[in-house]
T-cell receptor, first 115, second 115 residues
Framework: EPEVTQTPSHQVTQMGQEVILRCVPISNHLYFYWYRQILGQKVEFLVSFYNNEISEKSEIFDDQFSVERPDGSNFTLKIRSTKLEDSAMYFC?????????????FGSGTRLTVV | AQKVTQAQTEISVVEKEDVTLDCVYETRDTTYYLFWYKQPPSGELVFLIRRNSFDEQNEISGRYSWNFQKSTSSFNFTITASQVVDSAVYFCALSEASGTYKYIFGTGTRLKVLA
């Protein structure tokens, strides 16, 4: 069964450093998303991406965040200067269409720890 | 504004008991979609069901059943004869057709099934 692959599974970074979280969506999918989940809290929408541009972003997705699909297969989330409060699980998701019977396919997440 | 409320933070049951997880949503859209996801201790998000706003038919899948009532804006999830493997955090989510189909998640209900 096709999967959304996220790497690394766990990343530790120092406050103020830049991090890039990587995702490989399912190959024929066209819609891409990032969500985050602060430990023990709900899953929150960050950004949606379609046709090589951001289609919607949340208040959380400020100037410190950016997304890119550099080579047609990877979908990355960059945090320019990490803060302690960026520590969270980050989920990538992809979808063939805007709405499918089974929802998006989520990756297994990258746990980011900012120290 | 869209919102999903899962008032039950944590529920503990003994194996083989039935348990119902509540979900109440708010939306101004007339077309929307509701989802349930399971998050086991390993952390991934596992799709369980999608429901359309125009289809109030209840659904049963094995030990799982869902009760969708537009009149009360609720989409409750029942597990019959619970098992230890059902122990997880369960999230209800809302997606509106007028937007980019982003998900608005509830805060989740942690279910503990005791042997």
């Amino acid at each position: 069964e096709p999967e959304v692959t996220q790497t690394p599974s766990h990343q530790v970074t120092q406050m103020g450093q830049e991090v890039i979280l990587r995702c490989v969506p399912i190959s024929n999918h066209l819609y891409f998303y990032w969500y985050r989940q602060i430990l023990g809290q709900k899953v929150e929408f960050l950004v949606s991406f379609y046709n090589n541009e951001i289609s919607e972003k949340s208040e959380i997705f400020d100037d410190q965040f950016s997304v890119e699909r550099p080579d047609g297969s990877n979908f990355t989330l960059k945090i320019r200067s990490t803060k302690l409060e960026d520590s969270a699980m980050y989920f990538c998701a992809s979808s063939e269409r805007r709405l499918t019977n089974y929802g998006y396919t989520f990756g297994s997440g990258t746990r980011l720890t900012v120290v | 504004a869209q919102k999903v409320t899962q008032a039950q933070t944590e529920i503990s049951v003994v194996e083989k008991e039935d348990v119902t997880l509540d979900c109440v949503y708010e939306t101004r859209d007339t077309t929307y979609y509701l989802f349930w996801y399971k998050q086991p201790p390993s952390g991934e998000l596992v799709f369980l069901i999608r429901r359309n706003s125009f289809d109030e038919q209840n659904e049963i899948s094995g030990r799982y059943s869902w009760n969708f009532q537009k009149s009360t804006s609720s989409f409750n999830f029942t597990i019959t004869a619970s098992q230890v493997v059902d122990s997880a955090v369960y999230f209800c989510a809302l997606s509106e057709a007028s937007g980019t189909y982003k998900y608005i998640f509830g805060t989740g209900t942690r279910l503990k099934v005791l042997a």
